[in-house]
């Protein structure tokens, strides 16, 4: 890899990051009764959007959609089955139930998203019809069409979940 081809590399994972943590800063700060604060994180964080996005593109990291789906599979694949089963581990002989927690819920749900990948990849350019996903706001967990009653994973009301078309 060129030297920046790993600038690229770096600097995606750099404003991918900021990207979410300017979101979580800005919820912050809507809590904290600071809504000029919580705009400009929203801005800056959408800002840090096209940057990570541009790097990508120049990266030559978005291909075709089949690619692109095989490529998900074999990342959340690799999370469920080594990152975050070694990382859980880790944290359970660390004592750190928070940290715990968190890697239990993303284990759990990277294990639908490969499904709902693959069931995706089966059915590329077969049928025009779509349907929405459903995410829970605490765990992640995805459902289609339609919210569980309750996230089987972290017990959430399904009338709580986020509506994704
Ligand atoms: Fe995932
Ligand atoms: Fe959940």
Do not use: W
């Not at 700060?29 to 990508?56: I, M, S």
């Amino acid at each position: 890899m060129s030297k920046t081809e790993q600038d690229l590399k770096d600097a995606f994972a750099g404003e991918s990051q900021a990207n979410r943590r300017y979101l979580a800063f800005a919820a912050a700060a809507d809590r904290e009764g600071h809504p000029q604060a919580a705009k400009l994180f929203r801005a800056a964080a959408e800002a840090e959007t096209v940057h990570a996005h541009n790097h990508l593109k120049a990266l030559k990291g978005i291909k075709s959609t089949k690619e692109n789906v095989l490529e998900a599979i074999a990342g959340e694949t690799h999370e469920f089955k080594n990152m975050y089963p070694r990382m859980l581990e880790s944290a359970r002989a660390e004592g750190n139930k928070e940290a715990e927690r968190s890697f239990h819920y993303a284990n759990e749900v990277e294990k639908i998203h490969a499904q709902l990948y693959q069931k995706v990849l089966g059915n590329l350019g077969a049928t025009k019809e779509t349907f929405a996903y459903y995410v829970c706001p605490v765990c992640g967990y995805t459902s289609e069409k339609e919210p569980p009653d309750s996230c089987p994973v972290c017990g959430t009301k399904g009338k709580m979940f986020k509506k994704i078309d």
